[in-house]
């Protein structure tokens, strides 16, 4: 049986995100084990470079610090993470809260948008999240400028929200919602992904924006650039079988072009809380189903020369610029579960990284 800390030790070992966090867990049975077995399998794949494993102590004084705090630290596969969340391929293998762990449990839609938002776009996302959170919706967001800080807002006046936050759970961005972040605290929760004490970098936001997704029935955007974080999320969304919302608004307005192609793309036209709760209906009360990538519990272990060739597929089939996997499944012309084991191998590695969304690309090689 594993304990929290030696879970905690394999989520934050070198080479291991959330997919292979969970790979390893269902080729080794337990996170000690899996430790034990991660410098064989980085060398299997040309790993050259030491890897590194927080030791023990490492991992107990990152609870105790998250204890100081007041936060909870959840873990994926407890009774108590967040069911909906962790029906995603790419779900965190914990999450740190601040405030009231259940309500992420609870039914959510997520409001984001623009941070260089108009006054109405404000106003509106405000609206919609005062009158979802009064039907007894917990609104979820990433607690930015603009939209997100609306949005919470709006829902803090009639009922509770959740902020997704892209750095530690001790650190605060953007500075100017420092109070909002502690309200929210208060009255609803703060989730991080990222251990204490990590500022926020442009890395993390595509890893918030997920969370955000995940945690929700579906999300409503609200004023969003055609190259813009919310679309992110947006397809994420979709990714995670939720439904997707979009305001339309002017194409004069390049904060609204986003919303626009959204429509355009299927996305349900947003006018107000009711279309939303209309299209959700009996969805807010059970989560949707969503079945895991083909492969992803199977973990065979293959003979040498096998492995090898199987990695050298793969790696001859990625580039920098990231593709699906079940793209390189198909291209690979090798069983699923021969490609998942070779990622695995190859992301402990340092050889691949693997994307929000499940999406691979190749990396420099260790030392390069």
Do not use: W
């Not at 936060?71 to 967040?82: E, I, K, M, S």
């Not at 890395?203 to 997920?210: C, D």
Request: glycine content about 10%.
């Amino acid at each position: 049986m594993s304990t929290r800390a030696d879970r905690l030790r394999l989520a934050r070992a070198d080479g291991v995100g959330p997919i292979t966090y969970r790979r390893l867990l269902a080729r080794f049975g337990t996170a000690e084990a899996a430790i034990d077995g991660l410098p064989a399998l980085a060398r299997s794949a040309g790993r050259t470079t030491p890897l590194v494993i927080p030791p023990r102590a490492t991992a107990e004084r990152e609870m105790e610090a998250l204890a100081k705090l007041g936060a909870h630290l959840l873990f994926l596969g407890d009774p108590d993470y967040p069911a909906l969340l962790a029906e995603t391929a790419d779900a965190p293998p914990t999450l740190s809260v601040m405030g009231d762990p259940t309500l992420l449990t609870r039914r959510a839609v997520a409001i984001v948008g623009s941070r260089n938002a108009s006054a109405n776009g404000r106003r509106l996302a405000e609206i919609i999240g005062a009158d979802l959170a009064a039907a007894g919706v917990v609104v979820v967001s990433g607690l930015a400028r603009g939209i997100d800080a609306a949005a919470h807002h709006g829902a803090l006046t009639t009922g509770t929200t959740i902020a997704c936050i892209a750095g530690g759970i001790d650190t605060v961005y953007p500075p100017e919602n420092a109070a909002l972040q502690a309200r929210i605290a208060e009255a609803g929760a703060v989730v991080a992904e990222m251990p204490p004490g990590t500022i926020a970098q442009a890395r993390h936001f595509p890893r918030r924006n997920r969370v955000i997704a995940g945690l929700s029935l579906g999300v409503v955007v609200v004023e969003a650039a055609l190259k813009s974080g919310s679309l992110i999320t947006a397809r994420l969304a979709l990714e995670a079988d939720r439904e997707v919302f979009a305001v339309p608004g002017s194409p004069l307005d390049e904060r609204c072009r986003g919303c626009n192609s959204l429509i355009r793309n299927g996305a349900r036209l947003t006018e107000s809380a009711d279309d939303v709760l209309f299209v959700l209906g009996e969805g807010l009360s059970h989560s949707p189903l969503f079945d895991p990538p083909s492969g992803f519990s199977e973990t065979p272990e293959l003979p040498p020369a096998e492995r090898e060739a199987a990695h050298r597929r793969v790696l001859d089939l990625l580039g920098p610029t990231p593709s699906a996997v079940d793209d390189l499944i198909r291209r690979c012309q090798l069983p699923a579960a021969v490609v998942m084991s070779a990622l695995l191998d190859l992301e402990i590695a340092g050889r691949v990284d693997t994307s929000p969304g499940g999406r691979v690309a190749l990396i420099a090689e260790p030392g390069g």
